[in-house]
């Protein structure tokens, strides 16, 4: 058969296709590792109880909760399956946060705090109602010149204080390592949970009661010619807590006492009218007005002849005795309070020392109730007072906590009736 060649173009077969990419092999020695331990692991499961077989017995003399002489050879190893890497994300221990120094009057309070390293430290002009703070202070010294009402010292170490004059408390707390020089006089010196104390009284303050409780290594330190240093007079003070007598109580305002004197006045007042009322009634009097105006309201007037005046004063001086005796048997024998006061919360407690511990706050000593005697004493005082035309109530503007002229020959005080402490 004989095949015929056309004229014309012909189209080329297409190239072969390229040769495929190489066949990859996995040839990481790792997981190869890996897959051949997984394997032992499964091995080893899959041979049951005979995988106790290899387990050496211990016996009691080798185990560390029975033998405490293997627990005292050395610390116990940590396991190498637990990380004891800190988490990034694990809390720091932030660093201990300064103070800066204060040594400023707020007030009535001088502020003395966490002062380091000063023993140049002065407090000049005092006044007999400030008072002193000092918290925190290290190896400092501070010297207070004047007259001031009390001191405390708290959360100090290593602390000198030298004063002149304390009408008040010394006061000692939570402290270590304290000195403390008397130049002048001081009533009382407390000292509680505190870790050394030594104490120089002046001469004028031999009579100091010092109190102490919970503390240790305490002296006191007499002198002797004017001079510690040739003074034999050294002696440990004992840890004897004597229970305090004192309260602490709150001051009332000016506006407080005010109110409790007015709702005493008006009931007072209307005791005094009911009863002229009654005798004008059963007298038969008839003149209502004028007898009132005279005896009651005790209006003198050009028509007011001398026998009116002279019974006046005998209904005045009888009114006097009734008010003398309503507040006589109101402050001995109803805790304390008058109706007024016990309306506005107040009464009234005995009282040989005031301190103030804070702003209208004190500390009253001995803070008891009122005797019949000094009841008696205080309502005379505070009701001729008045008769005499001097009222012995304006003198709380002058007197330190508010305390009147016949509180203070009283020796009473006038406080909130919740201490508050």
Not at 253 to 262: G, N, Q, V
Not at 346 to 361: E, K, W
Request: charged share 20%; net charge neutral; aromatic share 8%.
């Amino acid at each position: 058969m004989r095949s015929v060649l056309t004229s014309g173009s012909c189209l080329s077969p297409p190239p072969p296709p390229p040769p495929g990419p190489p066949p990859t092999f996995d040839t990481d020695p790792a997981k190869d590792e890996g897959t051949a331990s997984r394997s032992a692991l499964f091995a080893q499961l899959n041979q049951g109880e005979a995988i106790t077989k290899g387990l050496r017995h211990v016996s009691d003399d080798q185990k560390t909760h029975k033998n405490p002489s293997l627990r005292a050879q050395g610390p116990s190893v940590r396991s190498p399956t637990k990380s004891h890497t800190p988490s990034p994300t694990s809390p720091k221990n932030s660093p201990q946060q300064s103070h800066a120094p204060v040594l400023e009057l707020e007030g009535k309070k001088w502020r003395v705090e966490y002062q380091e390293d000063k023993n140049d430290l002065v407090i000049n002009n005092t006044e007999l109602k400030q008072v002193a703070y000092i918290f925190k202070c290290n190896k400092s010294t501070l010297q207070i010149k004047g007259k001031i009402n009390s001191i405390t010292i708290d959360n100090c170490k290593k602390f000198g204080l030298v004063f002149d004059n304390v009408v008040g408390i010394v006061e000692v707390i939570n402290s270590r390592d304290i000195q403390i020089q008397v130049m002048g006089k001081v009533p009382t010196i407390s000292i509680n949970k505190t870790e050394g104390c030594h104490i120089y009284l002046s001469e004028e303050s031999l009579d100091c009661e010092i109190v102490s409780a919970k503390s240790s290594e305490m002296n006191i330190l007499i002198p002797q010619d004017g001079d510690y240093a040739n003074s034999s007079m050294s002696r440990p003070l004992p840890d004897t807590h004597v229970p305090t007598t004192g309260r602490e109580f709150l001051i009332p305002s000016l506006a407080h006492r005010f109110i409790a004197e007015m709702v005493d006045f008006f009931i007072l007042f209307f005791i005094k009218a009911t009863i002229i009322l009654s005798v004008m009634h059963l007298s038969g009097i008839k003149d209502i007005s004028k007898f009132a105006m005279h005896y009651i309201i005790e209006e003198i007037d050009e028509d007011t002849s001398m026998e009116d005046l002279q019974k006046m004063m005998i209904v005045a001086l009888i009114y006097r005795l009734l008010v003398c005796f309503y507040e006589i048997i109101c402050i001995w024998g109803a805790g304390g309070a008058t109706p007024g006061k016990f309306l506005l919360g107040l009464r009234v407690v005995t009282c040989d020392t005031s301190v103030l511990v804070a702003p209208s706050r004190v500390l009253v000593i001995p803070s008891s109730n009122v005797s019949m005697t000094t009841s008696t004493v205080r309502a005379l005082i505070k009701n001729f007072s008045i008769a005499s035309f001097f009222p012995a109530f304006i003198t709380l503007l002058f007197f330190q906590h508010n305390r009147t002229a016949y509180d203070i020959v009283a020796g009473t005080i006038v406080v909130r009736r919740n201490g508050v402490r």
